[in-house]
């Protein structure tokens, strides 16, 4: 399963790097579409850095031969720490300390093996 290693590197580099920007105590004021715009660029930015590293990885051409992409999302988060901490960073500072890493560890976790599955697959496409 994808979480347990995901929940053990993002401890690591959590505490190996602590945050990109000390927040603000002041809470932002924004719209939740606003927010939400914001989170959107973010995730995906930090979506775009794994799935190139993932495409970038010779397993990655060879998955029927037992590699599974979870494996190969895992060992590209430690070459995406920037961005994955932007977004997570951001969305605690729009909706609350510890929000961004229910996040990171809950909807976007669950959804990223299929969207590095389909967008590696388009990229691969294009070249």
Known sequence: MIVAPLAGIALVVSIATGPIAEPDNAPVQMSL???????HSLAHSATECIVQTVAADPR???RAANINISDLI???IP????PLHAMIDAY???FGEGAGEAFFMGPYLDKLPVAVSKWGTVGAEEE
């Open 33 to 39: 579409q606003q927010k939400n715009a914001a989170i």
């Open 60 to 62: 990655f051409g060879k």
């Open 74 to 76: 895992v060992d590209s």
């Open 79 to 82: 070459s995406c720490t920037r």
């Open 92 to 94: 605690d500072r729009y």
